[in-house]
């Protein structure tokens, strides 16, 4: 019953441009709490990909971004690559929920 | 390098205690800008949060969970604990453990999970 909308799965060719949204309301992202966004690799522990809606660790490529506004934020992907096949989840606090870190309901990238 | 693993059993009866231990190498525990956290992942489902504990002993934990989650901290063997009682067939997941890290970014307070462990399956059967 998660909070954070995601669409369950998202499609592109090799080199174009994928976007995936994640959908909250005024107890999470449109209190201007952060968004965070993780990919998970089949058989892996997720891992932090975007930070504070759009600040990426050390090592993540620059073609991963994040943005944010009103109730919703946004994970896009340009030059899309085979090895980023994987899922992807969205991650915000809510204060509607005693101060619960709530995740996405996660998106499925596939690499066509 | 900050690295965090799992342990504890992988088999656990119905409306017994699911117990994993988190043994944090490569930095301390006691790190003021660190918070400890488990988070689940059931078969094919996705991530859920089940709390968060402070070096200090101070917890936060999941609502929907609350009732049956004890999570604890021993800063001497650089380790944190989740207990999980009266577990059912609902229970079952992959537990992962992970480092909860405040930044400022741009004079702005942020936290994120950014280091997480191999995670560990917890079957709940009889």
């Known amino acids: 019953q998660s909070v954070l909308t995601q669409p369950p799965s998202v499609s592109g060719a090799p080199g174009q441009r994928v976007t995936i949204s994640c959908t909250g309301s005024?107890?999470?992202?449109?209190?201007?709490?952060?968004v965070h966004w993780y990919q998970q690799l089949p058989g892996t522990a997720p891992k932090l990909l975007i930070y504070?809606?759009?600040n990426r660790p050390s090592g993540v490529p620059e073609r991963f971004s994040g943005s944010k506004s009103g109730t919703s934020a946004s994970l896009a992907i340009t030059g899309l690559q085979a090895e980023d096949e994987a899922d992807y989840y969205c991650?915000?606090?809510?204060?509607?929920?005693?101060?619960?870190?709530?995740f996405g309901t996660g998106t499925k990238v596939t690499v066509l | 390098q900050l690295h965090l693993q799992e342990s504890g059993p992988g088999l656990v009866k119905p409306s017994e205690t699911l117990s994993l231990t988190c043994t944090v190498s490569g930095g301390s525990i006691s790190n003021t800008n660190s918070y400890w956290g488990w988070i689940r992942q059931p078969p094919g489902k996705g991530l859920e949060w089940i709390g968060s504990i402070y070096y200090s002993g101070s917890t936060y934990y999941n609502p929907s969970l609350k009732s049956r989650v004890t999570i604890s901290v021993e800063t001497s063997k650089n380790q944190f604990s989740l207990k999980l009682r009266s577990v059912t067939a609902a229970d079952t997941a992959v537990y992962y453990c992970?480092?909860?890290?405040?930044?400022?970014?741009?004079?702005?307070?942020?936290?994120?999970?950014?280091?997480w462990g191999q995670g560990t399956m917890v079957t709940v059967s009889s």
């Open positions: 504070g809606n759009n």
């Open positions: 005024s107890s999470n992202i449109g209190t201007g709490y952060d």
């Open positions: 991650q915000s606090y809510d204060s509607s929920l005693s101060g619960s870190r709530v």
């Open positions: 992970a480092r909860r890290r405040e930044w400022t970014v741009a004079g702005n307070f942020v936290t994120a999970f950014d280091i």
